[in-house]
Each structure stands twice: as structure tokens, then as C-alpha cells.
């Protein structure tokens, strides 16, 4: 089992639509969650990070923690062309390391 | 400074010379990442150092890799000997504290011919 896992998409939707992203991890003790965006050819650059159970909300993104189901997700509202990219969780477990996941790539359709 | 700075940008060495890699974290910036993305591919952890603690070296890919961070500021990661499936780009990251939000540089992009 990987540490972080996330569907790699595609995931296609329309502008204006609602993208949502999801994230599992598997160690029980990791206290910090990040999202992260990554154009094509670019370093990722921080989105959001949460480190509660619940909602956290910044303009048109949303992340969401379940530490009990240990799943993370990113909800994008009114999606735009310019959120096309690569989305990247990020937690960081018990002993401080930040591990990735895959990424999921966003397609948002004009 | 600004950002986290990483050089060289580009790098093409031969397979089986050594390389090295310079990073130069947010000033302030206790916690400091070394990253591998293949294209394509998800970052992958290399190495993490905290402070004056001993670093997590758990990602390292073989004995070939190394790294070190030098009065707790700037780090170098060395590759000996580079394989062609070294190629990647290399990123490195810092936070303030081991718990904080981390910034990325802009990579190295690594290619062995």
C-alpha cells in the first residue's frame, strides 16, 4: 500500500463545474495535509493545507480532512481553464517526512 | 532570500561522472526537502533534514546518492557515477519549522547521456 494514494485522473470537467479531488493516506499519526497545484513543466506551488478535522475554506477552494476514514480532499469551485494541472496531496506522518502522492490531473473544458 | 534557490537549472553530465546539486533554502527555514520527479511521474522522496537533527536519509535511491546541509542553510546532493536512470528533475523544498507549510525552488533538471 502506498503512504498517499491519488486516482491519476484525467479528471474532466466543465467550466464552472465543481472539481473534486481526493486523497487516502495510510499513516494514522500524520497531523498535516497539503495540496499542492504543478503546471506542466513547473515546481508545485502550495495550494492549501489543513491540519483539522473538518472543512477549510480559502476564495474557490475548499479542502476537507477525515482523519478517521484518513482521507484528505480539494474541492474546486467554479473551475477555470487556468486550474488545468496536476494537483498534487501532500501529508506529513508522525516522524515529519512530507510524502507525495501521484497526482491527480485536472482538465477543465472551456 | 525570496525563495528557495536551486542550481544549476539544467545539468547534462555523462554517464558515470559525479554531479552535484546546490539548493539554498528561505532564509529562516529550520526543515529542508530533497524530491526526484521522472517525467510523468509523482514526487519522489530523497532525503530530509531538520534543524541539527541526524537527516532522514529512508528515500535514497543507493548508495550513490548523498547529501549534506552546511551550517544548517545550503545543501548539496551529490551523485557519483550517474546512471542514465538518474535523469530527472530534482527538487528541493524548506519549511520553517518541522511542521510547516514547505516551498519549492525550481528544480534541477538532470540529464545523464
Known amino acids: 500500500q502506498k503512504e498517499v494514494e491519488q486516482n491519476s485522473g484525467p479528471l474532466s470537467v466543465p467550466e464552472g463545474a465543481i472539481a473534486s479531488l481526493n486523497c487516502t493516506y495510510s499513516?494514522?499519526?500524520?497531523?498535516?495535509f497539503f495540496w499542492y497545484r504543478q503546471y506542466s513543466g513547473k515546481s508545485p506551488e502550495l495550494i492549501m493545507f489543513?491540519?483539522?478535522?473538518g472543512d477549510k475554506e480559502d476564495g474557490r477552494f475548499t479542502a476537507q480532512l477525515n482523519k478517521a476514514s484518513q482521507y484528505v480532499s480539494l474541492l474546486i469551485r467554479d473551475s477555470q481553464p487556468s486550474d488545468s494541472a496536476t494537483y498534487l496531496c501532500a501529508v506529513r506522518g508522525a516522524t515529519n517526512k512530507l510524502i507525495f502522492g501521484t497526482g491527480t490531473l485536472l482538465a477543465v473544458q472551456p | 532570500g525570496a525563495g528557495v534557490s536551486q542550481s544549476p537549472s539544467n545539468k547534462v553530465t555523462e554517464k558515470g561522472k559525479d554531479v552535484e546539486l546546490r539548493c539554498d533554502p528561505i532564509?529562516?527555514?529550520?526543515?529542508l526537502y530533497w524530491y526526484r520527479q521522472s517525467l510523468g511521474q509523482g514526487l519522489e522522496f530523497l532525503i530530509y533534514?531538520?534543524?541539527?537533527?541526524?537527516p532522514d536519509k529512508s528515500g535514497l535511491p543507493s548508495d550513490r546518492f548523498s547529501a549534506e546541509r552546511t551550517g544548517g542553510s545550503v545543501s548539496t546532493l551529490t551523485i557519483q557515477r550517474t546512471q542514465q536512470e538518474d535523469s530527472a528533475v530534482y527538487l528541493c523544498?524548506?519549511?520553517?519549522w518541522g511542521e510547516g507549510e514547505a516551498f519549492f525552488g525550481q528544480g534541477t533538471r538532470l540529464t545523464v547521456v
Open positions: 532564509s529562516g527555514h529550520t526543515a
Open positions: 523544498a524548506s519549511s520553517p
Open positions: 533534514f531538520q534543524g541539527n537533527s541526524a
Open positions: 499513516d494514522r499519526g500524520s497531523q498535516s
Open positions: 489543513i491540519y483539522s478535522n
